[in-house]
Protein backbone atom coordinates (compact mmCIF):
# COMPACT_ATOMS: atom_id res chain seq x y z
CA UNK A 1 0.00 0.00 0.00
CA UNK A 2 2.70 2.22 1.03
CA UNK A 3 4.69 1.55 -2.35
CA UNK A 4 1.37 2.36 -4.17
CA UNK A 5 0.73 5.89 -2.50
CA UNK A 6 4.35 6.52 -3.04
CA UNK A 7 3.97 6.20 -6.88
CA UNK A 8 0.80 7.88 -6.64
CA UNK A 9 3.00 10.96 -5.63
CA UNK A 10 5.83 10.51 -7.71
CA UNK A 11 3.22 10.35 -10.94
CA UNK A 12 1.45 13.86 -9.43
CA UNK A 13 4.99 15.74 -9.06
CA UNK A 14 5.71 18.08 -12.38
CA UNK A 15 7.85 16.31 -15.26
CA UNK A 16 11.28 17.97 -14.36
CA UNK A 17 11.02 16.83 -10.90
CA UNK A 18 10.11 12.78 -11.77
CA UNK A 19 13.37 13.23 -13.30
CA UNK A 20 14.72 13.26 -9.71
CA UNK A 21 13.75 9.51 -8.81
CA UNK A 22 16.10 7.27 -8.01
CA UNK A 23 16.53 4.33 -10.63
CA UNK A 24 16.09 6.22 -13.89
CA UNK A 25 19.32 5.50 -14.69
CA UNK A 26 20.63 8.96 -16.33
CA UNK A 27 21.19 11.26 -13.58
CA UNK A 28 24.74 9.14 -12.89
CA UNK A 29 25.91 9.80 -16.47
CA UNK A 30 24.87 13.56 -16.34
CA UNK A 31 27.19 13.89 -13.67
CA UNK A 32 29.60 11.92 -15.48
CA UNK A 33 29.07 14.64 -18.10
CA UNK A 34 29.36 17.32 -15.93
CA UNK A 35 32.81 16.39 -14.33
CA UNK A 36 34.00 15.05 -17.40
CA UNK A 37 33.70 19.04 -18.73
CA UNK A 38 34.94 20.23 -15.53
CA UNK A 39 38.51 18.30 -16.20
CA UNK A 40 37.97 19.39 -19.98
CA UNK A 41 38.13 22.85 -18.25
CA UNK A 42 40.62 22.05 -16.23
CA UNK A 43 43.13 20.99 -18.71
CA UNK A 44 42.39 23.57 -20.88
CA UNK A 45 43.22 26.37 -18.18
CA UNK A 46 46.63 24.99 -17.05
CA UNK A 47 47.67 24.32 -20.60
CA UNK A 48 46.91 28.16 -21.33
CA UNK A 49 48.54 29.42 -18.33
CA UNK A 50 51.66 27.16 -18.92
CA UNK A 51 52.28 28.29 -21.96
CA UNK A 52 51.79 32.30 -21.50
CA UNK A 53 53.66 31.91 -17.41
CA UNK A 54 56.81 30.87 -17.88
CA UNK A 55 57.09 30.88 -13.80
CA UNK A 56 55.85 27.72 -11.75
CA UNK A 57 53.08 28.14 -9.44
CA UNK A 58 53.02 27.44 -6.13
CA UNK A 59 52.26 23.54 -5.94
CA UNK A 60 50.07 24.15 -2.65
CA UNK A 61 47.68 25.63 -4.89
CA UNK A 62 47.10 22.82 -7.45
CA UNK A 63 44.85 19.98 -6.73
CA UNK A 64 46.60 16.93 -5.84
CA UNK A 65 45.99 14.81 -8.35
CA UNK A 66 47.45 17.64 -11.24
CA UNK A 67 50.62 17.43 -8.96
CA UNK A 68 51.94 14.30 -10.34
CA UNK A 69 52.73 15.43 -13.94
CA UNK A 70 55.10 17.94 -15.44
CA UNK A 71 54.07 21.34 -15.62
CA UNK A 72 54.69 20.70 -19.80
CA UNK A 73 52.08 17.97 -19.97
CA UNK A 74 49.61 18.04 -16.73
CA UNK A 75 47.03 20.70 -19.08
CA UNK A 76 46.95 18.39 -21.99
CA UNK A 77 46.61 15.27 -19.99
CA UNK A 78 43.85 16.22 -17.74
CA UNK A 79 42.25 17.68 -20.32
CA UNK A 80 42.57 14.35 -23.01
CA UNK A 81 41.20 12.63 -19.46
CA UNK A 82 38.30 15.18 -19.53
CA UNK A 83 37.54 14.26 -23.21
CA UNK A 84 37.39 10.60 -22.27
CA UNK A 85 34.95 11.11 -19.60
CA UNK A 86 32.58 13.14 -21.76
CA UNK A 87 32.59 10.48 -24.38
CA UNK A 88 32.16 7.99 -21.84
CA UNK A 89 28.77 9.83 -20.12
CA UNK A 90 27.62 10.71 -24.13
CA UNK A 91 27.19 6.82 -24.77
CA UNK A 92 26.18 5.48 -21.63
CA UNK A 93 23.22 8.26 -21.61
CA UNK A 94 22.75 7.90 -25.56
CA UNK A 95 21.61 4.17 -24.51
CA UNK A 96 19.70 4.82 -21.59
CA UNK A 97 17.53 7.73 -24.06
CA UNK A 98 17.20 5.26 -26.98
CA UNK A 99 15.78 2.22 -24.79
CA UNK A 100 12.85 4.50 -23.83
CA UNK A 101 11.90 4.91 -27.49
CA UNK A 102 13.35 1.62 -29.09
CA UNK A 103 13.44 -2.02 -29.02
CA UNK A 104 15.55 -3.50 -26.90
CA UNK A 105 17.75 -5.17 -28.74
CA UNK A 106 18.06 -2.12 -30.94
CA UNK A 107 22.18 -0.87 -31.06
CA UNK A 108 22.18 3.54 -30.64
CA UNK A 109 23.37 3.33 -34.77
CA UNK A 110 20.96 1.17 -35.70
CA UNK A 111 18.13 3.58 -34.24
CA UNK A 112 19.69 7.10 -35.55
CA UNK A 113 20.37 5.00 -38.88
CA UNK A 114 16.35 4.01 -38.85
CA UNK A 115 15.23 7.64 -37.69
CA UNK A 116 17.54 9.26 -40.14
CA UNK A 117 16.32 6.98 -43.34
CA UNK A 118 12.81 8.22 -42.91
CA UNK A 119 13.68 11.06 -44.25
CA UNK A 120 16.57 10.50 -46.67
CA UNK A 121 16.14 9.09 -50.70
CA UNK A 122 13.13 9.59 -53.05
CA UNK A 123 10.07 10.11 -52.35
CA UNK A 124 8.57 7.04 -53.60
CA UNK A 125 4.48 7.05 -54.37
CA UNK A 126 2.84 3.71 -55.27
CA UNK A 127 -0.39 2.46 -55.92
CA UNK A 128 -2.12 -0.27 -55.44
CA UNK A 129 -3.33 -3.01 -53.04
CA UNK A 130 -3.75 -6.40 -51.77
CA UNK A 131 -0.73 -8.34 -51.32
CA UNK A 132 1.08 -7.13 -54.07
CA UNK A 133 1.12 -3.83 -52.78
CA UNK A 134 2.33 -4.82 -49.44
CA UNK A 135 4.90 -7.25 -50.86
CA UNK A 136 6.84 -3.95 -52.87
CA UNK A 137 6.35 -1.43 -49.07
CA UNK A 138 8.03 -4.47 -47.22
CA UNK A 139 10.68 -4.56 -49.63
CA UNK A 140 11.18 -0.69 -50.00
CA UNK A 141 11.23 0.36 -46.45
CA UNK A 142 14.76 -1.42 -46.36
CA UNK A 143 16.12 1.64 -48.60
CA UNK A 144 16.43 5.20 -47.55
CA UNK A 145 13.19 6.41 -49.41
CA UNK A 146 10.27 8.38 -48.36
CA UNK A 147 7.29 6.35 -49.13
CA UNK A 148 3.72 6.96 -49.62
CA UNK A 149 1.09 3.78 -50.01
CA UNK A 150 -1.74 4.72 -51.89
CA UNK A 151 -4.64 2.20 -51.42
CA UNK A 152 -7.87 1.71 -53.18
CA UNK A 153 -11.03 1.72 -51.53
CA UNK A 154 -13.07 -0.58 -53.83
CA UNK A 155 -12.65 -3.98 -51.79
CA UNK A 156 -16.02 -5.26 -50.90
CA UNK A 157 -15.54 -9.14 -49.93
CA UNK A 158 -14.34 -10.51 -46.72
CA UNK A 159 -13.75 -9.03 -43.40
CA UNK A 160 -13.35 -5.61 -45.19
CA UNK A 161 -16.44 -6.61 -46.98
CA UNK A 162 -18.60 -6.61 -44.07
CA UNK A 163 -17.31 -3.84 -42.34
CA UNK A 164 -17.93 -1.89 -45.15
CA UNK A 165 -21.32 -2.77 -45.31
CA UNK A 166 -22.58 -3.02 -41.71
CA UNK A 167 -20.18 0.62 -40.23
CA UNK A 168 -19.84 2.39 -43.36
CA UNK A 169 -16.46 2.72 -43.47
CA UNK A 170 -13.70 2.71 -46.10
CA UNK A 171 -12.81 -1.35 -46.28
CA UNK A 172 -9.76 -1.52 -43.95
CA UNK A 173 -8.07 -5.31 -45.38
CA UNK A 174 -5.61 -3.40 -47.98
CA UNK A 175 -4.61 -0.75 -45.10
CA UNK A 176 -3.82 -3.75 -42.91
CA UNK A 177 -1.36 -5.16 -44.98
CA UNK A 178 0.61 -1.90 -45.36
CA UNK A 179 0.90 -1.11 -41.72
CA UNK A 180 1.67 -4.30 -40.83
CA UNK A 181 4.41 -4.18 -43.80
CA UNK A 182 5.40 -1.32 -43.31
CA UNK A 183 5.63 -1.29 -39.29
CA UNK A 184 9.06 -1.56 -37.31
CA UNK A 185 8.44 -4.52 -35.36
CA UNK A 186 7.23 -6.22 -38.43
CA UNK A 187 7.18 -9.53 -37.70
CA UNK A 188 5.55 -9.53 -34.56
CA UNK A 189 2.90 -6.54 -35.71
CA UNK A 190 2.52 -9.25 -39.32
CA UNK A 191 1.47 -11.87 -36.80
CA UNK A 192 -1.20 -10.03 -35.00
CA UNK A 193 -2.64 -7.33 -37.57
CA UNK A 194 -3.22 -10.65 -39.83
CA UNK A 195 -4.45 -13.15 -36.86
CA UNK A 196 -7.80 -13.76 -38.40
CA UNK A 197 -10.57 -14.99 -35.59
CA UNK A 198 -11.62 -18.55 -36.19
CA UNK A 199 -14.66 -18.39 -34.15
CA UNK A 200 -17.29 -16.48 -32.12
CA UNK A 201 -20.28 -15.07 -33.05
CA UNK A 202 -19.75 -12.10 -35.52
CA UNK A 203 -15.80 -12.21 -34.94
CA UNK A 204 -15.45 -15.49 -36.99
CA UNK A 205 -13.45 -14.31 -39.97
CA UNK A 206 -12.78 -10.99 -38.98
CA UNK A 207 -8.72 -10.30 -38.65
CA UNK A 208 -7.72 -8.63 -35.81
CA UNK A 209 -5.94 -5.16 -38.07
CA UNK A 210 -9.47 -4.38 -39.54
CA UNK A 211 -10.83 -4.26 -35.91
CA UNK A 212 -8.43 -2.14 -34.54
CA UNK A 213 -8.80 0.28 -37.76
CA UNK A 214 -12.08 0.28 -37.10
CA UNK A 215 -11.88 1.23 -33.55
CA UNK A 216 -9.20 3.63 -33.84
CA UNK A 217 -11.30 5.54 -36.37
CA UNK A 218 -14.41 5.73 -33.83
CA UNK A 219 -12.02 6.80 -31.71
CA UNK A 220 -10.47 9.67 -33.63
CA UNK A 221 -13.52 10.41 -35.73
CA UNK A 222 -12.53 9.54 -39.15
CA UNK A 223 -10.82 6.77 -40.75
CA UNK A 224 -7.94 8.75 -42.64
CA UNK A 225 -6.77 10.01 -38.72
CA UNK A 226 -7.05 6.13 -37.47
CA UNK A 227 -4.29 5.74 -40.15
CA UNK A 228 -2.29 8.67 -38.93
CA UNK A 229 -2.17 7.60 -35.39
CA UNK A 230 -1.93 3.86 -35.83
CA UNK A 231 1.33 4.61 -37.82
CA UNK A 232 2.42 6.19 -35.04
CA UNK A 233 1.37 3.74 -32.66
CA UNK A 234 3.56 1.25 -34.99
CA UNK A 235 6.42 3.23 -35.87
CA UNK A 236 5.27 2.92 -39.62
CA UNK A 237 8.21 3.56 -42.14
CA UNK A 238 5.77 6.28 -44.39
CA UNK A 239 2.54 7.15 -45.21
CA UNK A 240 -0.38 5.41 -45.92
CA UNK A 241 -3.16 6.79 -47.41
CA UNK A 242 -6.93 6.03 -49.20
CA UNK A 243 -7.14 7.18 -52.96
CA UNK A 244 -10.48 8.60 -52.04
CA UNK A 245 -12.81 9.03 -48.80
CA UNK A 246 -15.69 8.16 -51.16
CA UNK A 247 -17.51 5.27 -51.25
CA UNK A 248 -16.84 3.63 -54.74
CA UNK A 249 -17.95 -0.03 -56.46
CA UNK A 250 -16.14 -1.07 -58.78
CA UNK A 251 -18.03 -2.84 -61.86
CA UNK A 252 -16.99 -4.47 -64.89
CA UNK A 253 -18.28 -4.98 -68.27
CA UNK A 254 -17.85 -9.01 -69.34
CA UNK A 255 -18.01 -10.62 -72.70
CA UNK A 256 -19.56 -13.90 -71.98
CA UNK A 257 -19.94 -14.05 -74.55
CA UNK A 258 -22.52 -11.22 -74.56
CA UNK A 259 -21.73 -8.00 -72.36
CA UNK A 260 -22.70 -8.88 -69.17
CA UNK A 261 -22.29 -6.24 -66.65
CA UNK A 262 -20.67 -6.78 -63.04
CA UNK A 263 -21.30 -5.47 -59.53
CA UNK A 264 -18.40 -5.47 -57.22
CA UNK A 265 -14.81 -6.10 -56.72
CA UNK A 266 -15.21 -8.92 -55.28
CA UNK A 267 -17.93 -10.87 -57.90
CA UNK A 268 -15.71 -9.76 -60.99
CA UNK A 269 -12.70 -12.66 -61.32
CA UNK A 270 -15.43 -15.02 -59.69
CA UNK A 271 -17.61 -14.36 -63.09
CA UNK A 272 -17.00 -15.98 -66.20
CA UNK A 273 -15.73 -14.37 -69.56
CA UNK A 274 -13.05 -11.74 -69.99
CA UNK A 275 -12.83 -8.26 -69.06
CA UNK A 276 -13.73 -5.70 -71.81
CA UNK A 277 -13.84 -3.08 -69.52
CA UNK A 278 -13.78 -1.76 -65.68
CA UNK A 279 -14.92 1.82 -64.00
CA UNK A 280 -15.97 3.24 -60.59
CA UNK A 281 -19.56 4.55 -59.53
CA UNK A 282 -19.44 7.21 -58.85
CA UNK A 283 -17.12 7.71 -61.98
CA UNK A 284 -16.80 11.40 -60.23
CA UNK A 285 -15.43 10.85 -57.33
CA UNK A 286 -12.72 13.38 -55.47
CA UNK A 287 -9.28 12.50 -54.94
CA UNK A 288 -8.00 12.43 -51.13
CA UNK A 289 -6.22 15.93 -50.96
CA UNK A 290 -3.01 14.40 -49.67
CA UNK A 291 -2.75 11.48 -52.15
CA UNK A 292 -2.74 14.70 -55.14
CA UNK A 293 -0.11 16.49 -53.08
CA UNK A 294 2.33 13.70 -53.03
CA UNK A 295 2.10 11.98 -56.48
CA UNK A 296 3.03 15.93 -57.59
CA UNK A 297 5.71 15.86 -55.05
CA UNK A 298 7.05 12.73 -55.94
CA UNK A 299 10.38 11.32 -57.88
CA UNK A 300 9.01 7.85 -58.42
CA UNK A 301 5.65 6.62 -59.01
CA UNK A 302 5.17 2.64 -58.81
CA UNK A 303 2.09 1.21 -60.15
CA UNK A 304 1.19 -2.31 -59.11
CA UNK A 305 1.66 -5.23 -58.42
CA UNK A 306 -1.03 -6.60 -57.45
CA UNK A 307 -4.68 -7.34 -59.21
CA UNK A 308 -4.53 -5.48 -62.25
CA UNK A 309 -8.29 -4.83 -62.87
CA UNK A 310 -9.14 -5.43 -59.13
CA UNK A 311 -6.17 -3.65 -57.36
CA UNK A 312 -4.29 -1.17 -59.66
CA UNK A 313 -6.91 -0.20 -61.14
CA UNK A 314 -9.58 1.15 -59.21
CA UNK A 315 -6.69 4.13 -57.89
CA UNK A 316 -5.84 5.19 -61.60
CA UNK A 317 -9.53 5.12 -62.31
CA UNK A 318 -9.91 8.18 -59.93
CA UNK A 319 -10.34 11.24 -62.60
CA UNK A 320 -7.71 13.84 -60.56
CA UNK A 321 -5.23 10.88 -59.83
CA UNK A 322 -5.13 10.75 -63.24
CA UNK A 323 -4.36 14.41 -63.68
CA UNK A 324 -1.85 14.62 -61.16
CA UNK A 325 -0.39 11.66 -62.70
CA UNK A 326 -0.26 13.58 -65.97
CA UNK A 327 1.13 16.58 -64.19
CA UNK A 328 3.41 14.96 -62.02
CA UNK A 329 7.40 14.65 -63.28
CA UNK A 330 8.48 11.39 -61.66
CA UNK A 331 9.51 9.02 -62.99
CA UNK A 332 6.52 6.11 -63.88
CA UNK A 333 6.57 2.41 -63.93
CA UNK A 334 4.17 -0.30 -64.16
CA UNK A 335 5.34 -3.37 -62.30
CA UNK A 336 3.51 -6.37 -63.80
CA UNK A 337 2.30 -9.09 -62.39
CA UNK A 338 4.34 -12.77 -62.29
CA UNK A 339 1.60 -14.92 -62.74
CA UNK A 340 -1.94 -14.48 -64.63
CA UNK A 341 -5.28 -14.52 -62.20
CA UNK A 342 -8.04 -16.68 -63.40
CA UNK A 343 -11.14 -15.01 -64.00
CA UNK A 344 -9.08 -11.32 -64.86
CA UNK A 345 -5.97 -11.48 -66.87
CA UNK A 346 -6.03 -15.34 -68.52
CA UNK A 347 -3.28 -16.25 -70.67
CA UNK A 348 -2.44 -12.33 -70.49
CA UNK A 349 1.33 -11.61 -71.77
CA UNK A 350 3.17 -8.96 -70.31
CA UNK A 351 2.46 -5.93 -73.20
CA UNK A 352 -1.12 -7.39 -72.48
CA UNK A 353 -0.98 -6.23 -68.93
CA UNK A 354 0.05 -2.76 -69.99
CA UNK A 355 -2.13 -2.59 -72.79
CA UNK A 356 -4.83 -2.88 -70.75
CA UNK A 357 -3.19 -0.24 -68.21
CA UNK A 358 -3.11 2.08 -71.34
CA UNK A 359 -6.86 1.69 -72.75
CA UNK A 360 -8.18 2.81 -68.96
CA UNK A 361 -5.54 5.82 -68.24
CA UNK A 362 -4.52 6.79 -71.91
CA UNK A 363 -0.98 6.34 -73.17
CA UNK A 364 2.08 8.32 -71.85
CA UNK A 365 1.46 8.50 -68.42
CA UNK A 366 3.74 5.29 -67.36
CA UNK A 367 6.47 4.94 -69.70
CA UNK A 368 8.53 1.83 -68.34
CA UNK A 369 7.28 -1.94 -67.00
CA UNK A 370 9.35 -4.21 -64.88
CA UNK A 371 8.18 -7.67 -65.57
CA UNK A 372 10.07 -11.36 -64.39
CA UNK A 373 12.35 -13.24 -66.69
CA UNK A 374 13.09 -15.98 -64.62
CA UNK A 375 10.42 -19.02 -65.79
CA UNK A 376 12.83 -21.28 -64.25
CA UNK A 377 10.87 -22.30 -61.30
CA UNK A 378 8.73 -24.96 -59.83
CA UNK A 379 5.54 -24.09 -61.16
CA UNK A 380 2.40 -26.23 -59.58
CA UNK A 381 0.84 -28.09 -62.14
CA UNK A 382 -2.90 -28.07 -60.61
CA UNK A 383 -2.35 -24.21 -60.81
CA UNK A 384 -5.06 -22.49 -62.93
CA UNK A 385 -2.75 -19.50 -63.25
CA UNK A 386 0.61 -19.53 -65.54
CA UNK A 387 3.08 -17.03 -65.73
CA UNK A 388 3.55 -14.06 -67.20
CA UNK A 389 5.68 -14.19 -70.62
CA UNK A 390 6.65 -11.11 -73.10
CA UNK A 391 5.41 -11.68 -76.60
CA UNK A 392 8.13 -13.40 -79.36
CA UNK A 393 7.41 -10.04 -81.02
CA UNK A 394 6.79 -6.82 -79.41
CA UNK A 395 6.67 -3.61 -81.01
CA UNK A 396 5.50 -1.47 -77.70
CA UNK A 397 7.40 1.90 -77.90
CA UNK A 398 7.52 1.64 -73.65
CA UNK A 399 10.77 0.22 -72.78
CA UNK A 400 10.49 -3.43 -70.61
CA UNK A 401 12.81 -3.89 -67.87
CA UNK A 402 13.54 -7.43 -67.07
CA UNK A 403 14.72 -9.18 -63.70
CA UNK A 404 14.73 -11.62 -61.56
CA UNK A 405 12.13 -10.56 -59.32
CA UNK A 406 10.25 -13.69 -58.31
CA UNK A 407 9.88 -15.41 -54.94
CA UNK A 408 10.72 -19.34 -55.73
CA UNK A 409 9.33 -20.18 -52.71
CA UNK A 410 5.69 -18.90 -53.82
CA UNK A 411 6.46 -18.84 -57.56
CA UNK A 412 3.50 -17.07 -58.13
CA UNK A 413 4.45 -13.78 -56.42
CA UNK A 414 7.23 -11.24 -56.07
CA UNK A 415 10.54 -11.23 -53.76
CA UNK A 416 10.06 -8.11 -51.83
CA UNK A 417 14.24 -7.74 -51.63
CA UNK A 418 14.48 -8.50 -55.61
CA UNK A 419 11.74 -5.72 -56.52
CA UNK A 420 13.08 -3.60 -54.43
CA UNK A 421 16.73 -3.83 -55.48
CA UNK A 422 15.55 -3.49 -59.29
CA UNK A 423 12.85 -0.92 -58.82
CA UNK A 424 15.71 1.33 -56.91
CA UNK A 425 18.55 0.15 -59.50
CA UNK A 426 16.66 1.06 -62.64
CA UNK A 427 15.32 4.20 -60.97
CA UNK A 428 18.90 5.54 -60.49
CA UNK A 429 20.20 4.47 -63.86
CA UNK A 430 16.93 6.16 -65.14
CA UNK A 431 17.66 9.36 -62.63
CA UNK A 432 21.66 9.76 -64.33
CA UNK A 433 20.82 9.23 -68.29
CA UNK A 434 17.85 11.98 -67.62
CA UNK A 435 20.28 14.83 -65.95
CA UNK A 436 23.00 13.79 -68.79
CA UNK A 437 20.30 14.05 -71.11
Not at 102 to 110: G, H, I, K, M, Q
Not at 363 to 369: A, D, E, L, Q, R
Request: with cysteine; aromatic share 8%; hydrophobic share 45%.
Amino acid sequence: MRSKIRQSKIEARPGWARGLYIGLGFKRWLVLLFLGIALVALGWTLFVIDWLTPTEHPVLLLPLPVRVFDRDVRGIVIGLAGIGVVVWALVRLSRVIVTAFAEPETSLVEALYRKRMRHQGPKIVALGGGTGLATLLRGLKTYPAQLTAIVTVADDGGSSGRLRQELGILPPGDFRQCLAALAEAEPLMMLLLQYRFGRGAGLEGHAFGNLLIVAMAGITGSFERALRELSRVLAVHGRVLPSTLARVTLCAEKHTPSVERVTGESAIPRREGTIARVYLEPDNAPAYPEVVRAILEADLIIAGPGSLYTSVMPNLLIQDIQNALRASNAAKIYICNIATQPGETDHFSVEDHFQALEQHIGKGIFTHILANNNFNVNWPTASPSELVKPRQRSDNAHTIIFADVIDESTPWRHDPQKLARAILEWYDEYTERTTIE
